[in-house]
Nanobody, 125 residues
Framework: VQLQASGGGLVQAGGSLRLSCAISGRILNSYAMGWFRQAPGKEREFVAAIKWSGTTTEYADSVKGRFTISRDNDKTMVYLQMNSLKAEDTAVYYC???????????????????WGEGTQVTVSS
């Protein structure tokens, strides 16, 4: 499984961005997909996750109500719609796949087996 995130950029506070994660390789219904982010000098942290089976989602408290994770039905794309962006959302954003995410969406980075290259999001205040 290979993942490639895109869609990052520079945006003013209050603005929006939509990140995309292109997936190549075989993704099973048992997988879950997640977005993480890492700001300079900080640990990589969970942002959002979604199951391929059904539409169950999970969000970090810091992004609830502002970010929305979604996926297509062909298992080729995962998206992260980010609205009402804040300066503290500035980070490199990564998409990831958890091959054991069928029963429970997990928020720890070590649960995710596959990672893509990140995309930089910079929010100016």
């Amino acid at each position: 499984v290979q993942l490639q995130a895109s869609g990052g950029g520079l945006v003013q506070a209050g603005g929006s961005l939509r990140l995309s994660c292109a997936i190549s390789g075989r993704i099973l219904n048992s997988y879950a997909m997640g977005w993480f982010r890492q700001a300079p000098g900080k640990e990589r942290e969970f942002v959002a996750a979604i199951k391929w089976s059904g539409t169950t989602t999970e969000y970090a408290d810091s992004v609830k109500g502002r970010f929305t994770i979604s996926r297509d039905n062909d298992k080729t794309m995962v998206y992260l719609q980010m609205n009402s962006l804040k300066a503290e959302d500035t980070a490199v954003y990564y998409c990831a796949a958890d091959s054991s995410g069928y029963y429970r969406l997990r928020k720890i980075r070590y649960a995710y087996d596959f990672w893509g290259e990140g995309t930089q999001v910079t929010v100016s205040s």
